[in-house]
């Protein structure tokens, strides 16, 4: 941070002097006490370009395009628990690119994506607890021989080791009870 500003202040400097006509890098370093190879530098970049603005990227096209993008943000949305390898795959077999890793990584980053671990979270609340408790108590009398149970949930109980991709990770929360939406009791 400190070298930044720094960068910063020193171009300041330039460009004032700049501005009131001294064009001498040694009397603008006798001055400021700014580097003289740093001084000769923005001079030459005020004499050549007219601004000390940086040029921003090095004039490539990008191998991600707007169609593209938009499908890695498809794949990311459908499966926030897919991998760079995998979105690679994707991209190679359904968009014909390909692209490395660290392409998409940094892709990604630019869209403000994080690759976290969600944050744990218990498996069952109190108001889970009770809500069984009262539906235990409505049924506790119903003819069970025609009822058949089913559930093929699987959880993770000692720790989470699937990462996903979110714009929001602070506010990820590992959720046991996702997949258990998906499956419920069945009455026959």
């Not at 030459?44 to 499908?71: C, E, M, Y």
């Not at 609340?125 to 149970?149: Q, S």
């Not at 109980?157 to 046991?176: D, G, V």
Request: hydrophobic letters at 30%; glycine letters at 4%; one cysteine or more.
């Amino acid at each position: 941070m400190v070298k930044i500003n720094n960068l910063k202040s020193h171009k300041i400097s330039v460009l004032h002097y700049w501005n009131l006509g001294l064009r001498s890098a040694r009397k603008i370093h006798r001055d400021t006490k700014i580097p003289l190879s740093t001084i000769s530098y923005q001079l030459k970049k005020l004499r050549t370009q007219g601004s000390l603005k940086h040029r921003q990227g090095n004039g490539q096209k990008s191998k991600i395009d707007t169609k593209r993008a938009r499908a890695l943000g498809q794949f990311i949305r459908r499966n926030s628990e897919v991998t760079l390898h995998e979105l690679t795959e994707k991209l190679q077999n359904q968009c014909a690119l390909i692209v490395s890793t660290s392409t998409i990584s940094c892709h990604l980053n630019r869209l403000e994506y994080v690759n976290c671990l969600p944050l744990n979270t218990p498996m069952l609340t109190e108001e889970h607890k009770e809500r069984r408790v009262e539906w235990a108590k409505e049924h506790l009398n119903d003819d069970w021989k025609d009822t058949m149970f089913t559930n093929e949930n699987s959880f993770q109980l000692f720790r989470n080791t699937i990462r996903r991709w979110s714009k929001y990770a602070a506010e990820e929360k590992k959720n046991p009870e996702e997949s258990a939406k998906s499956s419920c009791l069945g009455f026959y």
